[in-house]
């Protein structure tokens, strides 16, 4: 189950916010990734906001991505507000890269 998990967080650091040059995973917008036994996924993440203009399609890309990968049987993804996103949540090398 950890190899899987590892192949599913691969896959999220392939997506990347549109406006901002960092995949979703380093920027923090990922909360969290499961596995359970029969392999079914369970995904909370965020966005940067509410009002963010890819709420509708990424969710959906990293449902899509996670559903490419051999092994996996299906994909619960939850779309959470709480607690909301700030830029404490993101990665030291995602601060690197934005110069924060």
Known sequence: MDELKEKII???KKIYDPEIP???YELGLIYKVEVDEKNKVSVEMTLTS??????????NNVKEN??????VTDVDL?????????K?????????ELNL
């Open 22 to 24: 960092v995949n979703i």
């Open 10 to 12: 691969l896959e999220i």
């Open 78 to 86: 939850k779309l959470v507000w709480d607690p909301p996103w700030s």
């Open 50 to 59: 509410p009002n963010c203009p890819v709420a509708e399609s990424l969710p």
């Open 88 to 96: 404490d949540k993101m990665t030291e090398a995602a601060k690197l």
């Open 66 to 71: 996670i559903m490419k990968i051999a092994g």
